[in-house]
């Protein structure tokens, strides 16, 4: 009998541990109540209400993706750096994730250079806060939601190097002007040779026959922040560049 109880008791440990350790197991195992999931619907609704009503007047922005590990002295800090200034000496605003790294050096590069400089900050478990070079910041709960109102307010992508996330987003944002959803607008990979193997597995993939060169051509690869905003500026129309004139005009000299 003391065999059995010690057995149950260990087993409501290992799953109670295991619960701990795995709160995204334990929540889809769990029954859902209706007031629950109306909850969640809710609270998803109104974090699309807050971003359409901070984003819906930000003008021509492109959203610049990467990793959050690159520290300032990196290169590929330095090169976002130099694509948030470029951005911004044309008259976009620059969005990014709002977080450290690859983020905070385009948002950074926009804000010397007297651009518009919008993070979306995602709030995570270790608290990640807004970095300094934000000008606006939105904060999200959900990640889906903070990638549709990047995707939603950009005419252009510039894809930093990074990692798991970057390619999530590079990925998901290719899919959407592939199937027609948005776009055609301008993916740009800054750094050819961090992007090499994705170039060489990209043309084993064709020649497989899963897509075809037409079907990708809004993508582009570089190491220059001008050439970069030279691409993006040639996919914009007419009232759009006008806009972004308007913008440059309207901003203060600089002593």
């Not at 057995?7 to 350790?21: E, I, N, P, Y």
């Not at 500026?233 to 000299?253: H, M, T």
Request: glycine share 10%; charged share 25%; proline share 4%.
């Amino acid at each position: 009998m003391k065999k059995r109880q010690a057995k149950r008791m260990s087993t409501r440990h290992v799953d109670s541990s295991r619960a701990a350790v795995d709160p995204e197991r334990a929540f889809l195992a769990e029954s859902k109540l209706p007031g629950d999931e109306a909850a969640r619907l809710r609270r998803i609704s109104d974090e699309f209400s807050r971003g359409f009503r901070a984003l819906y007047q930000i003008g021509p922005a492109v959203t610049v993706f990467g990793s959050a590990r690159f520290k300032e002295n990196h290169r590929y800090y330095k090169l976002a750096r130099s694509v948030g200034a470029e951005l911004a000496r044309a008259g976009f605003a620059t969005m990014t994730g709002g977080g450290p790294g690859i983020m905070e050096a385009a948002n950074r590069g926009a804000h010397e250079a007297g651009g518009a400089s919008y993070g979306l900050n995602i709030i995570l478990p270790h608290e990640q806060s807004a970095n300094r070079y934000v000008d606006r910041s939105v904060e999200f709960r959900y990640f889906f939601a903070r990638k549709v109102m990047l995707v939603k307010y950009s005419c252009a992508f510039i894809i930093m190097p990074g990692g798991l996330g970057t390619l999530d987003e590079l990925y998901e944002t290719a899919t959407l002007i592939q199937c027609g959803k948005i776009g055609p607008f301008p993916v740009i990979l800054m750094g050819t040779e961090f992007w090499e193997g994705m170039r060489r597995w990209g043309k084993f993939m064709m020649k497989e026959g899963v897509f075809n060169a037409s079907e990708v051509k809004f993508g582009h690869r570089t190491n220059s922040p001008s050439e970069a905003v030279d691409v993006i500026r040639k996919s914009l129309r007419p009232a759009d560049l006008a806009q972004l004139n308007r913008i440059v005009r309207a901003r203060p000299k600089r002593m």
